[in-house]
């Protein structure tokens, strides 16, 4: 039964530090499409953070 747990507890070991960098993929992916999201509602990444003005007159 020990051999079982040391068995276990290395491959976790070993397959831990593989599946750090999928981490900053999924969050990568979760930021996009918040932005995209955001986008097709209206808003844009400015400082603050404010929502497009449609305008009634074309400015040329």
């Known amino acids: 039964m020990r051999i079982k747990r040391i068995i276990s507890l290395g491959m976790l070991l070993a397959v831990l530090p593989m599946l750090s960098g999928c981490w900053y993929v999924v969050a990568g ?4 499409y918040g932005g995209y999201k955001m986008k097709e509602k209206g808003y844009t990444l400015q400082n603050p953070i404010a929502k497009e003005k449609r305008s009634t007159q074309s400015s040329k």
């Open 29 to 32: 992916g979760a930021g996009a």
